[in-house]
């Protein structure tokens, strides 16, 4: 028996799940600070921000890229001082 799976399905799942860990991530590392970060806290929040975005070139699929601009607007919305 052989069991249809859809690569793009397959990859949307995986894509979803990584975008919200680095959601989750900029949310346990900042959601306490109330705007009052450090430098190193800048550094690091950035250096996160550019995975984010990095990842969409690991997927190749533009479908994909609205999950990002609303994550990315999500985290602006919470923490503005990182953009």
Avoid: A, C
């Amino acid at each position: 028996m052989y069991r249809s799976i859809s690569y793009k399905s397959v990859l949307q799942k995986n894509f979803q799940e990584e975008l919200h860990w680095y959601e989750e991530e900029f949310d346990i590392m900042f959601k306490n600070k109330q705007e009052r970060y450090t430098k190193q806290e800048i550094e690091i929040g950035n250096q996160l921000l550019n995975h984010l975005t990095e990842i969409i070139n690991i997927y190749h699929h533009e479908d994909f890229l609205h999950q990002l601009v609303e994550i990315l607007n999500n985290l602006e919305r919470k923490y503005p001082s990182f953009f």
